[in-house]
């Protein structure tokens, strides 16, 4: 659905130096797929996540979203109904006095008919386990209902691929509980392809797949065992692995017999009683 092919993007900093903010990353993305992007700070990873619906364009390199390429102007309408986008801070994306007024003002915006429109938000918000709410105002919501609402308008546009943006970085546990599940249904249920940016690497492990960046670069990727068992390499990416794996890792150092692919607490706790 997306590929990315040696994507390259400078911009200039306050003091006019250019500065590579990407160098040379190239993904595909396939159809119905749960990818997971972590990465510290300024590795890159928002940065990508704005050229997959053409916030960013290119400065050398090409991305295309169902074969529309986003350097293309002509194309950006249907690329942005095609990807929808989920940012860090849910109030910087209300807009309405009213949660189904909000869910309803993209509709609004791209011309859906109003017969469309009520089923749509309906749909949207029952997807997100949202519809006891619909009546009441946002800013009462806590910051985890508040992003399902954010998450609510975005759906209401059917796009095949939603990318959030470190989603939960702005939360408490239980909300990140919240948009972590709700994300993992869309993708499940309803087959949304899915590109989850984030840097808590427990949430990481519900992905398909995991894409770890570093210095503008993509060092490796794989599923989230092939991925977290890579305990050091991970740390000097100044990444922490799931507390389970380091463990494991320390255990395994000092002598104890334990398999390489633990992630899961559920795994350690079951390798160590045997």
Same mark, same amino acid.
């Given at each position: 659905?997306?590929?990315?092919?040696?994507?390259?993007?400078?911009?200039?900093?306050?003091d006019?130096?250019?500065v590579?903010?990407?160098d040379?990353?190239? *993904? %595909?993305i396939?159809?119905?797929?749960f =990818?997971a992007?972590i !990465?510290?700070n +300024?590795?890159g990873?928002?940065t990508?996540?704005?050229h997959?619906?053409?916030l960013l364009?290119?400065t050398?390199g090409k991305?295309?979203?169902n074969d529309m390429d986003?350097?293309?102007e002509d194309?950006?309408w249907?690329?942005?109904?095609?990807?929808?986008?989920?940012?860090?801070?849910?109030?910087?994306?209300i807009v309405?006095?009213?949660?189904?007024?909000?869910?309803?003002f993209?509709?609004?915006?791209?011309?859906?008919?109003?017969?469309?429109?009520?089923?749509?938000?309906?749909k949207?918000l029952a997807?997100?386990g949202m519809?006891d709410y619909a009546?009441h105002?946002?800013?009462l *919501? %806590?910051?985890?209902?508040?992003?399902r =609402?954010?998450?609510? !308008?975005?759906? +209401?546009?059917?796009p095949?691929?939603?990318v959030l943006?470190?989603?939960t970085?702005m939360?408490?546990?239980?909300g990140?509980?919240?948009?972590?599940a709700?994300v993992?249904?869309?993708n499940?249920?309803?087959?949304?392809?899915?590109?989850?940016?984030t840097?808590?690497?427990?949430e990481?492990?519900?992905a398909d797949?995991?894409?770890v960046m570093?210095?503008?670069k993509i060092?490796f990727?794989?599923?989230p065992k092939?991925?977290?068992c890579?305990?050091e390499?991970?740390e000097?990416?100044?990444l922490?692995a799931?507390i389970?794996a380091?463990?494991?890792s320390e255990?395994?150092?000092?002598?104890?017999?334990?398999p390489?692919?633990?992630i899961t607490?559920?795994?350690?706790?079951?390798?160590?009683c045997q």
């Amino acid at each position: 659905m997306i590929k990315i092919e040696n994507l390259k993007h400078y911009y200039k900093d306050i003091d006019g130096n250019e500065v590579k903010a990407l160098d040379g990353v190239s *993904l %595909s993305i396939a159809e119905g797929e749960f =990818v997971a992007v972590i !990465g510290a700070n +300024g590795s890159g990873k928002s940065t990508l996540a704005r050229h997959l619906n053409g916030l960013l364009v290119p400065t050398e390199g090409k991305v295309t979203v169902n074969d529309m390429d986003t350097m293309d102007e002509d194309r950006t309408w249907d690329i942005r109904q095609s990807v929808g986008m989920v940012f860090q801070n849910p109030d910087n994306q209300i807009v309405a006095a009213i949660v189904e007024e909000d869910v309803a003002f993209g509709m609004e915006n791209i011309g859906v008919p109003s017969a469309e429109i009520r089923p749509r938000v309906d749909k949207a918000l029952a997807a997100v386990g949202m519809s006891d709410y619909a009546k009441h105002a946002p800013h009462l *919501l %806590s910051g985890g209902q508040k992003q399902r =609402v954010a998450i609510a !308008g975005i759906l +209401g546009l059917e796009p095949k691929c939603i990318v959030l943006d470190e989603p939960t970085a702005m939360l408490d546990p239980q909300g990140r509980q919240e948009i972590v599940a709700t994300v993992k249904s869309l993708n499940k249920e309803k087959n949304i392809t899915i590109v989850y940016i984030t840097h808590y690497m427990e949430e990481a492990l519900q992905a398909d797949r995991v894409v770890v960046m570093g210095a503008g670069k993509i060092q490796f990727m794989g599923t989230p065992k092939e991925v977290f068992c890579r305990v050091e390499e991970l740390e000097k990416l100044g990444l922490e692995a799931p507390i389970a794996a380091k463990v494991a890792s320390e255990l395994r150092k000092c002598g104890a017999k334990l398999p390489k692919d633990i992630i899961t607490e559920e795994e350690l706790a079951k390798a160590l009683c045997q």
